[in-house]
């Protein structure tokens, strides 16, 4: 199953569901894992397990599909809508993978935008998986990290924050996190908090959520149709 198939579906979940369509995405996922699975146990991967007398591992095939694909998704959805605001959008783990001599000039300064610097160990790009830049500087404004529940990453994301936020070069770039929140970590805010909500809190600059769970937002913590709205506010 390709990316194309999810964006497609998605479309068709748009004309269905209008507005409230991000919310869906979990059903999206959902629905498009029965198809994932025939085409899973049909593959050179799954001959090779049985070959090898072991069961095919549909699940874990799953799940690094379902994360690889909720970034590119995530991106599909809010790309119109940043670039409405004289934004754009990219691939943050493509920017990382690509070296900057096979980038566009202004692709290639907004790698070296994002650099934290370690010394004598050299820049590093964040791991982030979408990246809002302003092309009349070349200069990144805002990183996502988007994963399907907190238990994946959230610490380094909140790293990553710490680290931008400790260089006057890159201080000014905001971190969010967009997440449909499967583990349900952040719906509520009980006492004490959860260690997800906790992080978001205190590390990040705002938070997410792509669900259709009745959610306890706060400054920091906020449905997905809030976001382009306080992308607005930012510029």
């Not at 994360?67 to 959805?77: M, Q, S, V, W």
């Not at 990553?160 to 936020?165: G, I």
């Not at 499967?182 to 719906?187: G, M, N, Y």
Request: net charge positive.
């Amino acid at each position: 199953m390709k990316i194309e198939n999810l964006i497609d579906m998605y479309e068709t979940y748009k004309m269905k569901f209008g507005p409230d369509a991000p919310k869906k995405i979990s059903m999206l996922f959902a629905e498009a894992k029965d198809s994932h699975r025939k085409e899973f146990l049909n593959s050179k991967t799954a001959q090779k397990a049985r070959a090898a007398g072991r069961r095919p591992d549909h699940e874990q095939s799953w799940r690094a599909f379902k994360g690889k694909n909720l970034e590119k998704l995530i991106l599909h959805i809010i790309k119109s809508e940043v670039e409405a605001l004289g934004l754009k959008i990219v691939d943050g783990n493509k920017l990382e993978r690509t070296e900057g001599s096979k980038l566009s000039q202004e692709l290639s300064e907004v790698k070296r935008s994002l650099q934290v610097d370690y010394g004598k160990f050299g820049a590093h790009q964040p791991d982030v998986d979408i990246v809002i830049y302003n092309p009349k500087t070349s200069k990144a404004i805002v990183v996502i990290s988007s994963k399907v529940t907190l238990r994946e990453r959230i610490a380094q994301t909140g790293y990553w924050k710490l680290k931008l936020a400790a260089d006057k070069a890159t201080m000014h770039i905001k971190v969010y996190f967009i997440t449909p929140d499967e583990d349900q970590t952040l719906i509520s805010a009980p006492k004490p908090v959860k260690k997800g909500r906790a992080i978001v809190e205190t590390d990040l600059d705002g938070t997410y959520l792509i669900c259709e769970n009745d959610i306890e937002e706060s400054d920091k913590v906020k449905t997905f149709d809030k976001f382009i709205g306080d992308l607005k506010r930012l510029l």
